[in-house]
């Protein structure tokens, strides 16, 4: 199967998990060893501003970020992810593609709020990862669909719009699909 990476999974209304229920995961990464991605739909009773102040009550750039934290997936929920536009300079980034990186180290996180932060961010604890694999038969089952990533979904679509938003740009209306496979 080719590489889902830098692709917004959709799940399916017939995915039933409670942590996917009606996401949309951003694919950072998908190869032969599995899957791991962010879930960019999820929020936790979190702000920004309240983790940065958890991470260092110093920290006054903080106080005026109100953006919510997400949850990136069940997995290592105590580990952060910056999801941002381009922009060089930090412990630990990698660029996912040529619009979005992505960065896991500190000076990141106490650059947000400042004008030293990324045009465009979002922030999750945790994320999600496949075994290999996993993620093909789980794209089999009908339990997802794919579309490209898409900036404006990431960065400037509302949290508990991005569900709707990504299944508009496959141009149909998933409330007409049946849960039932067929195969020819």
């Given amino acids: 199967m080719e590489s889902l990476e830098n692709q917004l999974l959709i799940a399916m209304p017939a995915l039933n998990d409670p942590m996917f229920n009606r996401t949309v995961t951003y694919i950072c990464e998908h190869n032969d060893e599995g899957a791991m991605g962010l879930i960019i ?14 991470i260092d009550a110093d920290n006054d750039n903080c106080t005026h970020l109100s953006q919510q934290v997400l949850s ?7 580990r952060g992810f910056v999801l941002h536009s381009p922009q060089s300079g930090w412990k630990s980034s990698l660029a996912l593609s040529e619009q979005v990186m992505i960065t896991t180290s500190k000076d990141i996180l106490m650059a947000l709020g400042t004008e030293d932060a990324p045009e465009q961010f979002l922030v999750t604890l945790g994320y999600a990862g496949w075994a290999p694999g996993q993620l093909e038969q789980e794209l089999k089952d009908n339990a997802w669909l794919t579309i490209p990533a898409d900036n404006e979904i990431l960065f400037n679509t509302p949290i508990e719009q991005r569900w709707q938003k990504a299944t508009e740009k496959l141009g149909i209306d998933l409330a007409h699909l049946s849960n039932d496979v067929g195969h020819a």
């Fill in 41 to 54: 739909n999820l929020p936790v009773e979190l702000s920004l501003n309240e983790l940065l102040a958890q």
């Fill in 72 to 78: 990136g997936g069940p997995v290592s929920p105590q």
